[in-house]
């Protein structure tokens, strides 16, 4: 059956593949065209006279400037670019053997970036990414100029990833801020950035960045060639990524984890893993990802770590719950009457009288419910908040229950596991799916239903892989070692040696 | 592909549509909090069940501030045959399905229990619905009916406010016996099986029903009652008492008397066989502490403590004493289970003997050993008003 969807799916890439192939053309190389009032007219023809495409010319035509309105830096390419040509605008003019673009290149040397390109699909790349191009009449290169210069955020707190002791700093759209954020944290020659670019239309800029020397060269290579493998017209976020190279498509489990935090990334590099930085967007990619990602904070290093062995079981307890506690609440109304203590039985048959829905509807509707309030929380602007936790918070919670739809001891555990939820948020879809079923089975045959689904979980969760990495390590396969950063946090100094989860080989399986 | 997917919601579908087997909603359930067997006039059984009505209508309990975790109870009757019977001439009068899964309480009348635990017994056995931990009584001169329709006054459910009384171990004179031990003395037939008692004494409210002594129940008939004492000896000697109070004479001022609070006993059962007769003896140790005392006895002494320590001896002995006589001499039932001991350990002896039990039983001679160590003596030395 699964291996029915697997063929599908690898059916379905194949020609999504096939199609994007035909789309692959224009990577043959054009010339820059001889005359200077040519380039003029194919310029003008590539950017179909978008008003933020400008081209100022120099003399009768002899040099040519082209750039984007907006992302360079106008005063920059006054000052030292616009004055020296006009300068040597006669001189070329008059003397032939000047009339060349090495000449005008002399006049650049103390510029950042400055190349040849001869590619004209190149020259209009580099045009769009920011770049102002000179061409001169009569010669077939023209002169890159890296002035880039645009409007970004500055350097903010992460709000997805708040704590209260660290660093509070997070990533931002720009791919080079990242960088060198990274870079600030691990001053180290082995950090390696390699550069490329995705989407045919948006040529986003993405880097891998990993460690050499710690890095499995395996996962390394898996991860360039994967993203080379991507054809996509668009990548507007890391999510995009993700989603192209993620090990199992189908899974609820993330197999690619993202962080707002650079040194959340710094220390998953230094472990061994690869990020990935997309320029658009403050979420880094890391990968490979394993379970025990999902329950290890930064905070938590940076805290004493009692309070880490103490935090890290709470976290597993509340992603226990998050999954299972209204599983639970429907098999003991339903099926296990028996093993509620007496005095708390009658609590709960009290306040379940009067309440006409099943448990499992009723578990359902709440669920629903509590998915609606979140999204709208997320959607409205924010100055409508307060009425969503009005109508959320008052009418929900309370009139329903007092109207007798739904019970009390349903808002309270549907309510305890929608909190529990929110300390791995970054797991919630999978939650709400591993919670939905459980709950189904558990209407069905009780808590031997819960059980059953569970091991179905954990039987699929251990055979999914991260980039070669099972997903359960180190718990299976058995990483003594490494579990002592697992379940508890052992002291730092009991750590000094990297994990070996990540960076030992497993052996290669999977086709 | 589309042919095996249909097969698989074809057979995914089987899951649901079988129904939910023995999904009972928990408002569907008549929990039973307490059940209660007589004898009915013609030889029936009468079973009555005290069954938890929530004191809610329509969830408009919220409104009024705080849910209760307590709750009322309606009592049932129905007479039957057998218990199977009787439970189900329970469903006229009854809209939901009674629930046995939470009984707190069983109480037997006295005429029931006279008749014997075998008439009924095996029902709460054999059904995998009822659990086996609830607590079993007799009434005391009385039906089993009246206890259960009492009206209760601390926790409104009255199996519970019995179950309570039954479980507070500090007053150390009453016998808290689950189900599942009723069922292993049972299997043996020399051995005599004590219960909880229950004492109506004419009373309509729990308050004034006394859970106290020891019910005896020879080959499965209620033969007598242990009273308090005898009930402590017992506890002693089985090893099950918690906590009680000892109150003994002043050994140096008459009239005056002291109380030692026990906080912890062992209490060990001997038997031997010698020349076909059995030799049985009961060692006790226990420790406490003195609670309370009259006088003005200067407690630094340890001659003083060791006379305080030789008077609760003496009391134990004699609790056990009273107890062992009466069960020798108007029982004929060994309430210790001195014969498992002997069948433990001394089979093959044991196996010449095993037929005239009883009568050697009866007249056994049992040694009792008592050694009581005082821990503490409180926070004074001796009384303010001491000399």
């Given at each position: 059956m699964l291996g029915d969807f697997k063929r599908f799916y690898r059916a379905m890439r194949l020609k999504a593949a096939e199609g994007n192939m035909n789309a692959e053309i224009e990577s043959i190389p054009v010339p820059i065209p001889q005359s200077s009032s040519q380039v003029v007219e194919e310029l003008k023809k590539a950017f179909n006279g978008s008003f933020d495409f400008k081209i100022m010319t120099f003399g009768n035509n002899t040099v040519i400037m082209a750039f984007i309105d907006g992302i360079v830096d106008k005063l920059l390419i006054s000052k030292s670019v616009i004055e020296p040509i006009n300068a040597i605008t006669k001189e070329m003019e008059t003397d032939e053997s000047k009339k060349k673009i090495a000449f005008v290149g002399t006049k650049f040397t103390s510029m950042s970036v400055n190349t040849e390109l001869t590619d004209f699909n190149e020259c209009i790349n580099s045009i769009l990414s920011g770049g102002t191009l000179i061409f001169v009449d009569g010669d077939t290169t023209a002169l890159y100029l890296n002035l880039q210069k645009f409007e970004k955020r500055a350097v903010e707190e992460s709000d997805s990833e708040a704590i209260t002791r660290g660093s509070r700093e997070g990533f931002t759209e720009v791919l080079s801020v990242n960088v060198t954020m990274i870079r600030r944290i691990i001053k180290d020659s082995s950090l390696v950035f390699e550069n490329m670019t995705i989407g045919r239309q948006t040529k986003t800029n993405v880097a891998i960045c990993y460690m050499k020397g710690v890095a499995n060269q395996e996962i390394v290579d898996e991860v360039r060639k994967r993203l080379k493998n991507i054809?996509?017209?668009?990548?507007?976020?890391?999510g995009y990524i993700e989603e192209l190279i993620a090990d199992a498509p189908f899974s609820p489990f993330p197999t690619v984890f993202n962080s707002e935090r650079p040194d959340t990334a710094a220390g998953k590099l230094l472990e061994g893993r690869v990020a990935i930085i997309c320029d658009g967007t403050p979420i880094v990619l890391t990968v490979p990802n394993l379970f025990v990602d999902y329950l290890q904070f930064g905070e938590d290093y940076n805290n004493r770590w009692l309070y880490s062995v103490i935090i890290r079981p709470i976290r597993l307890i509340a992603f226990g719950a998050s999954t299972m506690a209204p599983a639970y609440y429907v098999a003991i109304i339903?099926?296990?009457?028996?093993?509620?203590?007496f005095k708390l039985l009658v609590t709960l048959t009290n306040s379940l009288?009067?309440?006409?829905?099943p448990p499992l509807i009723e578990m359902l509707v709440l669920t629903i419910l509590f998915e609606i309030i979140k999204e709208s929380g997320l959607r409205m602007s924010r100055a409508l908040g307060q009425s969503v936790s009005i109508v959320g918070g008052l009418i929900v919670g309370e009139a329903a229950v007092q109207a007798g739809i739904f019970s009390a001891p349903a808002v309270v555990v549907i309510a305890a596991t929608s909190i529990s939820a929110f300390i791995i948020s970054k797991l919630d879809a999978t939650v709400l799916i591993m919670r939905v079923s459980l709950m189904l089975a558990a209407n069905i045959i009780g808590i031997l239903g819960i059980v059953l689904v569970s091991i179905a979980f954990f039987i699929y969760v251990c055979s999914l892989k991260s980039f070669g990495v099972p997903y359960l390590s180190p718990i299976t396969p058995l990483c003594g070692k490494d579990m002592k950063d697992t379940f508890i946090r052992m002291p730092l100094w009991t750590m000094l040696q990297k994990p070996e989860t990540i960076t030992r080989r497993y052996a290669q399986k999977d086709p | 592909m589309l042919k095996k997917i249909a097969c698989m919601i074809l057979i995914l579908m089987m899951v649901p549509l079988t129904?939910?087997?023995?999904?009972?909603?928990?408002?569907?359930l008549g929990i039973v909090a307490g059940i209660g067997i007589d004898k009915a006039s013609d030889g029936n059984i009468e079973m009555t069940v005290q069954i938890l009505s929530s004191s809610k209508s329509g969830g408009s309990q919220m409104s009024s501030g705080s849910a209760q975790s307590g709750g009322s109870t309606v009592e049932l009757t129905a007479e039957g045959a057998t218990d199977f019977d009787a439970a189900r001439n329970l469903i006229p009068s009854l809209s939901q399905k009674a629930y046995f899964s939470q009984i707190q309480i069983m109480v037997i009348g006295q005429d029931a229990a006279k008749e014997g635990l075998d008439g009924f017994w095996d029902f709460f056995e054999r059904d995998h619905e009822v659990n086996r931990l609830y607590r079993v009584l007799v009434v005391k001169n009385g039906t089993a009916k009246s206890v259960l329709e009492a009206n209760a006054d601390i926790n409104q459910i009255g199996a519970v406010e019995v179950m309570d009384s039954v479980e507070n171990t500090a007053f150390g004179k009453s016998v808290n016996l689950p189900a599942f031990k009723v069922t292993e003395m049972l299997s043996n037939p020399l051995t005599g099986l004590v219960t909880g008692v229950i004492d109506p004494n004419g009373a309509t409210s729990l308050k004034d029903m006394k859970v106290q002594g020891g019910a005896v129940f020879k080959k499965a008939k209620l033969v007598g009652y242990f009273d308090n004492d005898q009930t402590r000896g017992y506890l002693f000697a089985k090893n099950q008492i918690q906590s009680t109070i000892l109150t003994i004479k002043n050994p140096k001022e008459n009239g005056r008397l002291v109380s030692l609070e026990l906080i912890r006993s062992i209490g060990n059962l001997t038997a031997s066989i010698e020349d076909g007769k059995p030799k049985l003896g009961i060692e006790i140790k226990a420790y406490g502490n003195i609670a309370e005392e009259q006088g003005g006895l200067d407690l630094t002494h340890e001659k003083d403590l060791k006379a305080l320590e030789s008077g609760a001896n003496t009391l134990i002995a004699s609790d056990i004493k009273d107890m062992l006589d009466k069960s020798q001499?108007?029982?004929?039932?060994?309430v210790l289970n001195f014969n498992e001991l002997l069948d433990k350990y001394h089979y093959s002896d044991f196996e010449k003997i095993k037929s005239n039990w009883d009568e050697l039983y009866k007249n056994a001679e049992v040694t009792i050993n008592v050694k009581f160590l005082i821990k503490r003596p409180g926070l004074v030395t001796k009384p303010a008003y001491g000399e």
């Open positions: 054809k996509t017209e668009a990548i507007l976020e890391s339903c099926f296990h009457q028996d093993i509620v203590p009288q009067g309440v006409a829905l | 129904g939910c087997w023995n999904n009972r909603d928990l408002t569907d001499n108007e029982f004929d039932c060994d």
